[in-house]
Structure formats: C-alpha cells, structure tokens
C-alpha cells in the first residue's frame, strides 16, 4: 500500500508563510511527477503547482512568484513553500503524486488534504 500524509495547513493572516509537507510511504519502486492541487468551497479542485522528477516546474498563474514547490526524493517528500498569502489562496490543499509499486503497476495517489485558511 502506498500513503500520502500531509502536514503545515493551518491559519495565517494575509501577508503571510505556510510550508506544506507531503511524505510518502508503502511499497514504493519510483515516483514520477508530483504536486499540489487546492478546492475551495464550492469550486473545482485545481492544480497549484507541480514538479517532475527532473525538477522541472510548473505553476497555475495565480501563485507564480509566491509559492514554491520542491520535493526530496531521499525523503519521497513534496513541499509547498507558500509566501505573500491572499485571502483567496484560502483552500483544502492536497498532494499528488503518480507512483510505481514494487509490483511495478502504477497510479496516482492522493493526500487526505490540509485546510490553509487566510484571513484578511
């Protein structure tokens, strides 16, 4: 079996940092692509930021130049370094990563989700 547990959500007024976590754990042979995506209330979820095995990265336009994703394949980690916060960044945030088992099947896993709440 295969997890992600997340961690760093929480409140914090507008201006301000979060770190986001994100470990993987289980019978993990390689992980390929991963990310951050975010729902708030009555909307879709949406992809954040994303990052490839390579380190490439890619962001959605409304948080370039605030976040930062990175990842530690030593630690099978992703992180979100999230600055300048708005109220409107105010959502559940959930890691994404797309994992080969031992089995070598493959799929994508998601996190149980972090509340990041901004106050204005």
């Known amino acids: 079996q295969v997890q992600l547990v997340e961690s760093g959500g929480g409140l914090v007024q507008a201006g301000g940092s979060l770190r986001l976590s994100c470990a993987a754990s289980?019978?993990?042979?390689?992980?390929?692509?991963m990310g951050w995506y975010r729902q708030a209330p009555g909307k879709q979820r949406e992809l954040v930021a994303g990052?490839?095995?390579?380190?490439?990265?890619n962001y959605a336009d409304s948080v370039k130049g605030r976040f930062t994703i990175s990842r530690d394949n030593a630690k099978n980690t992703v992180y979100l370094q999230m600055n300048s916060l708005k109220p409107e960044d105010t959502a559940v945030y959930y890691c994404?990563?797309?994992?080969?088992?031992?089995?070598?099947?493959?799929?994508?896993?998601w996190g149980q989700g972090t509340q990041v709440t901004v106050s204005s």
């Open positions: 289980g019978s993990i042979f390689t992980i390929n692509a």
């Open positions: 994404h990563a797309a994992i080969a088992d031992w089995s070598r099947r493959s799929g994508n896993y």
């Open positions: 990052i490839t095995t390579g380190s490439s990265q």
